[in-house]
């Protein structure tokens, strides 16, 4: 590999943490190494890699041609993890993703067995193309995978083999022949991210550069055992209970008729967000604080959760629908409203 930051006398003692200043390298080499391809697009990639390293699954919405398979191709090639493309139709099948039994003959003795197949979803990296174009009995049978990192098959449990980690691709435009995603599934993606239209800077470097022959390669940066590590390490990152009760108080303002929700809330919302929802904001709020060189997590790398997490956790009712109200803006004032803990809230009680 070219740039390896993580050590090997990190990777054999697993009790020993990895110095901050190397995720920063980290971040940094990953960053580079996917800019020779994705022009542009940083908070997408910074929200895949901050992914990545909390144990969690993505959605990437967006357009058709922004990119968003070629920057999930690219993130893979600069890891080195197996990696399969699932494209969803509306005629796959679970057993298409997760494998099938088949009847093979045992040459020692002639008798026909039953073996299994094993599906793309055994791999580190899964690309599930499209994901709202198959019925919802196929897109069910990635949840067990995303959950429990364990697929069922013919009455058999087998084990993924970690990292593991999928990333799917949604398109909000064509809604023809589309099946929405439950909210059990959406429930599993961590993040929730948006893919816009690039500036008109990285958008002319797009265009110069990909109507030319030059073609530049991203080298690997980590390898499955430093990632792992890594992941190790921000699950380890102590967090004060001030961040924790921020990133409680604004899961609970979301749920309509609770007596901390706020009136726009009640309005403007049919459903709020669970438990996961403060899970993933703090997990994601570590990794984003250790890829930036700190120790010290803050409000305010929860608040730059915020959207990604909770927009795909909170349905709106009519009433926003009416006014044009979408989840980012109700995020936007769930922000402003929800104030940090104060100093009062934990001081010892006087007896």
Not at 220 to 231: C, F, G, K, T, W
Not at 297 to 311: E, F, G, T, W, Y
Request: charged letters at 25%; one cysteine or more; proline letters at 7%.
């Amino acid at each position: 590999m070219t740039a390896n930051p993580v050590s090997a006398d990190n990777r054999s003692d697993q009790s020993q943490m990895l110095p901050v200043e190397q995720l920063k390298l980290v971040r940094e080499a990953m960053l580079a190494e996917i800019r020779k391809v994705i022009v542009g697009q940083a908070d997408v990639m910074e929200l895949l890699i901050i992914a990545l390293f909390s144990r969690g699954h993505c959605l990437l919405v967006g357009v058709p041609g922004l990119a968003k398979t070629l920057m999930i191709s690219t993130l893979a090639r600069v890891l080195s993890l197996n990696f399969n493309r699932i494209q969803f139709t509306p005629d796959l099948m679970p057993s298409d993703i997760t494998g099938t039994d088949i009847i093979q003959e045992d040459p020692q003795t002639g008798k026909r067995v039953f073996n299994f197949i094993r599906g793309p979803v055994f791999t580190n990296m899964l690309l599930a193309d499209e994901i709202n174009r198959t019925p919802p009995k196929t897109q069910a049978a990635l949840l067990q995978a995303m959950q429990e990192y364990q697929v069922t098959a013919g009455g058999q449990t087998y084990t993924l083999d970690p990292p593991f980690f999928v990333l799917a691709t949604q398109n909000p435009v064509e809604q023809e022949g589309t099946y929405p995603l439950p909210e059990a599934q959406l429930d599993r993606f961590m993040f929730m991210v948006k893919v816009g239209y690039p500036q008109k800077e990285d958008e002319r470097s797009i265009v110069k550069a990909t109507t030319v022959e030059v073609k530049n390669d991203p080298q690997p940066v980590l390898s499955a055992s430093d990632i792992m590590a890594i992941q190790k390490m921000v699950r380890r990152l102590p967090v004060s209970d001030h961040v924790i009760d921020y990133a409680v108080a604004l899961v609970r303002a979301t749920r309509p008729g609770e007596k901390e929700t706020p009136d726009f809330i009640n309005n403007y919302l049919t459903w709020g967000a669970g438990p996961r929802a403060a899970q993933n904001l703090v997990l994601g709020a570590k990794a984003r604080a250790l890829l930036r060189g700190r120790l010290n997590v803050s409000c305010d790398d929860i608040r730059q959760m915020a959207k990604p997490v909770l927009r795909h956790r909170i349905i709106t009712n009519f009433n926003a629908d009416a006014e044009g109200i979408d989840t980012d803006s109700m995020v936007e004032k769930l922000i402003a409203a929800v104030k940090e803990p104060d100093a009062e809230a934990y001081k010892p009680a006087v007896k």
